[in-house]
């Protein structure tokens, strides 16, 4: 059973276009995390957001941690082909010091020139 | 910068084979993990460790082992590889402490005939 459910699975549009992608559970996290992952790389971290109602941005991307920390949010303003990859969502239950997270199946995003 | 290296990017390999994956963190980072990543499934955690000679079962531990003799290293062993272990391989390190961020090798791509 999969613990954070991630929509759209396939995005697919044009430069300069904007978009959301959305992870959602029914369980609450202590911390959310997002990753994006390039063909034939591991993936990289791009922001963690830990506080309900919590905004990050980062240059044209927006990040947004639910107000019962069970969803989050990413957008993408204005996209550009170098934003083609894979986004990840994770979440981190009952925070252990482990770090043990729990995955997302993931966002294949293209932005066409 | 975290390197976190494994030891090949593709193995092809026979079913009843012995296989052996290999990372290495150069961080002193305390947790280790290993994911399968498969398409639409995201990252499944098999195994993780978070100190020496310690270990704990991830999501999908069925088929593999691990070994953690050495801070820096942290081994995955298929002890009968079979054709449904045909998948991604990631390696990620994280300091410990909580609001870790993990840090992913790029990957072992393991084909099983």
């Known amino acids: 059973t999969q613990l954070l459910e991630q929509s759209p699975q396939f995005l697919s549009i044009q430069e300069g276009e904007n978009l959301t992608v959305y992870c959602n559970s029914s369980s609450v996290f202590s911390s959310l995390q997002w990753y994006r992952q390039e063909p034939g790389e591991g993936p990289v971290l791009l922001v963690t957001?830990?506080?309900?109602?919590e905004v990050k941005k980062l240059k044209r991307l927006t990040f947004q941690f639910g107000d019962a920390r069970k969803d989050s949010s990413l957008h993408i303003t204005a996209a550009q082909t170098g934003d083609t990859g894979l986004y990840l969502c994770?979440?981190?239950?009952?925070?252990?010091?482990?770090?043990?997270?729990?995955f997302g199946q993931g966002t294949i995003l293209t932005v066409h020139p | 910068d975290v390197k976190v290296t494994q030891s090949s990017r593709y193995l092809v390999k026979r079913t009843g084979e012995k296989v052996f994956l290999e990372c290495v963190q150069d961080m002193d980072h305390e947790n280790m993990f290993w994911y399968r990543q498969d398409p639409g499934l995201g990252l499944r955690l098999i195994y993780f460790s978070y100190d020496v000679k310690m270990k704990e079962k991830g999501d999908i531990p069925e088929g593999y082992s691990v070994s953690r003799e050495k801070k820096e290293r942290f081994s995955l062993i298929l002890e009968s590889a079979s054709t449904n272990q045909t998948s991604m391989y990631l390696c990620a390190s994280s300091p410990g402490g909580g609001l870790d961020t993990q840090y992913f090798g790029p990957g072992t791509r393991l084909t099983v005939l």
């Open positions: 957001v830990v506080t309900g109602g």
């Open positions: 994770a979440g981190e239950v009952g925070g252990t010091s482990y770090g043990k997270l729990t």
